[in-house]
């Protein structure tokens, strides 16, 4: 291609291929599944010498796969295989869970296994409304849909290609499908014409996230409050705002019944609940990276004090050092408590979210919707501001809910923490809660979510 020049290297990457195959689920109906890539699938270097041996080899090629095992030759053939089968054996297991005639309403989710945190919030609502508004979830990856299985009691099928879901619409009756993130798989179904399309997302927070312009796609978008209508009328060009219906955020009826964990006598509860570091510049709101390793030590040093850990469930995904940073605070933990199990500190990964904010008598959080459900507790919390300059950031409306710290200049956490426990909610909590949430109560928000999606179907 390019006279005079002659290949020194190559570089080849093992690449994902779409598979599908056809199932029967269980009424014998045969519908396709799309597999989705293999993730992490490794990447070999293969340098080659400019000129050949007589026979055709390369002998640095030849001389790489040498060293190289039989696992590591194998390992993306095996990980196909492994997925494959994975999909067969999910198929098998949803077809005798449950069987279903009818469905109204029904939750499109097309990501990994490594966001349903992002749908696992959802299907306790509509557990709860599945009596009167029968509920179904359509899961694209065969993995994701196989730990869904164990987190909910919702019936669950295998969509994995466009073409599958149009038959399971038909025959269940789907009159409103809901979409929990904007995956671009979303625009798959998205072309069905027969069903109404409801964006939920995933959380309400103030992260540049929540005024996407796919929201454009939908035909309604499903918002907690007044000021979710604010800032995406404002920020979005051309937007009907008529398509932004209020439902509150139902999630928050499970706070006022969670139970916490165990108290530590003569210990206050902090709960730090970082974010993750976001997949571009303007959603990178984490802690954990800057400020995390030192301010996690510092509250472990205080004998006052117990510590909560729950970063979120995607740290580390995008940034080595994020990752790195999240793995020492884990083992800093760790060590506190075998040292002495009575400090009672806690890396808390569990589904459920509530057990840890209802713990709480103080909290540190990122900029995230943690943070606006923790708000509903009218109990004294802190809210980080970025530090890096490429996040675009307005003012936030948490910074008068709560009480705004700039991480790179805050030197002494632990007085911090002492300060706001004795200041207690700050004056604006109220009227935040009210302006982000509407009423909020044990069952409200259940009774209101049930009553919006009716008045859309």
Known sequence: MFPGLRPRSLVRKTKGELRSMSCDDERSERFSLMMTPVEHRPTLHLSLMQDKNPNGTHPRLVGRLKHMSLSQRLSPFTARLAHILTAKQTVKALATRSSIEKAPLAIFFAGPVGDIYQVSQWTPVFEKINTELPSILLVKDARSASVLAKLTTLPIRLAGHADAIEPLVDRLGIKAMFYVNNNLANFSVLRLPTVTHIHLSHGESEKVSMVSNQLKAYDYCFVAGEASIKR?????????????????????????????????????????????????????????????????????????????????????????????????????????????????????????????????????FDISAMAMDFSVLERAFLVTCPQKLEVSMSRSLLWDAARKIYPEQEKDIVAIIREILTGGPMPGASSFVVEHFGKVGAGFGLERFAAAIKAEI
């Open 232 to 364: 995406i009328s404002s920020t979005l060009q051309h937007f009907d705002k008529s398509r932004l219906k209020l439902v509150g955020r139902p999630q928050l009826d499970q706070l006022f019944s969670a139970k916490s964990f165990p108290q530590v006598p003569g210990r206050k509860t902090v709960l730090y609940a970082p974010t993750w570091e976001g997949d571009r510049p303007a959603m990178a709101y984490s802690s954990v990276d800057s400020v995390g390793i030192k301010w996690v030590t510092d509250i472990l040093q205080e004998p006052s004090l117990r510590l909560i850990y729950r970063p979120h469930p995607k740290t580390g995904s995008r940034s080595k050092s994020t990752l790195a940073a999240n793995q020492t605070i884990k083992k800093l933990i760790a060590e506190k408590v075998s040292q002495d199990p009575q400090t009672g500190h806690l890396f808390d990964m569990q589904p459920d979210y509530h057990t840890a904010l209802v713990s709480a008598d103080v909290a540190i």
